[in-house]
């Protein structure tokens, strides 16, 4: 079943504002990870925070994960046209060996010039 | 870009048809995954390999055969394929001792005719 769920689902935003985009999810995880996807283009991992991190920065990217709440949030600050395109957050439930992640459906993000 | 290349690209083929796709990493990675993509759902694990030996296979259908002869190179083998097939299959690699990013190719865009 699905672990992680993104809302929302599509967000459209004037360049230069900021976005954030949330993502639930149901078990307990080791890591969480956001990924971002061009159209029909493969994922490029952004960052990853960990179950006993609460904050973690990385460029204009914020990421917050809020264990109680199963929760977390991917903030783009001070957004750019190339920022266009669909955000996955990935959970990864594996305790040691490969690495298990389970997607969202993603949020499509519009930045609009 | 990444350094996980997927050929072909695109490929048709039609449902008697057999064909395979290749992944190939040049990371030093141990573990390689096939994960499928399709309109509006969340990606799909597929197959997960762990130094050439296959450790999870998410109840795939038996027309879908993957292969893994070194650590570097993965294969997806495909027959008598069904449209419903037609998606986004994409290919990972990481270093699959948990809690790392995985790195994922470009994928091949898989229309079944």
């Known amino acids: 079943s699905q672990q992680g769920e993104e809302d929302p689902q599509a967000l459209s935003i004037q360049e230069g504002e900021n976005a954030t985009m949330n993502c639930s999810y149901k078990t307990s995880i080791n890591n969480l990870q956001w990924y971002r996807q061009n159209s029909g283009r493969g994922l490029v991992h952004l960052i990853l925070i960990r179950s006993n991190e609460r904050e973690k920065h990385s460029g204009r990217l914020r990421v917050t994960l809020d264990t109680s709440k199963k929760s977390s949030s991917l903030l783009i600050t001070a957004s750019r046209a190339a920022d266009t395109a669909s955000y996955f957050c990935a959970t990864d439930v594996s305790n040691f060996g490969n690495e298990k992640l389970t997607f969202g459906t993603g949020t499509r993000l519009t930045i609009i010039p | 870009e990444t350094g996980v290349t997927q050929t072909p690209r695109h490929l048709v083929m039609g449902m008697t048809n057999k064909k395979s796709l290749k992944c190939e990493q040049h990371l030093g990675h141990n573990a390689m995954y096939w994960y499928k993509q399709s309109a509006k759902k969340p990606l799909e694990l597929m197959f997960v390999?762990?130094?050439?030996?296959?450790?999870e296979n998410n109840s795939v259908p038996s027309r879908f055969s993957p292969e893994c002869p070194n650590s570097s190179h993965l294969f997806l083998h495909l027959h008598t394929l069904q449209p419903e097939d037609s998606a986004l299959y994409l290919c990972?690699?990481?270093?699959?001792?948990?809690?790392?990013?995985?790195?994922f190719g470009q994928g091949t865009r898989l229309t079944v005719v």
């Open positions: 390999y762990s130094l050439e030996e296959r450790v």
């Open positions: 990972a690699s990481s270093h699959g001792q948990g809690g790392t990013e995985a790195f």
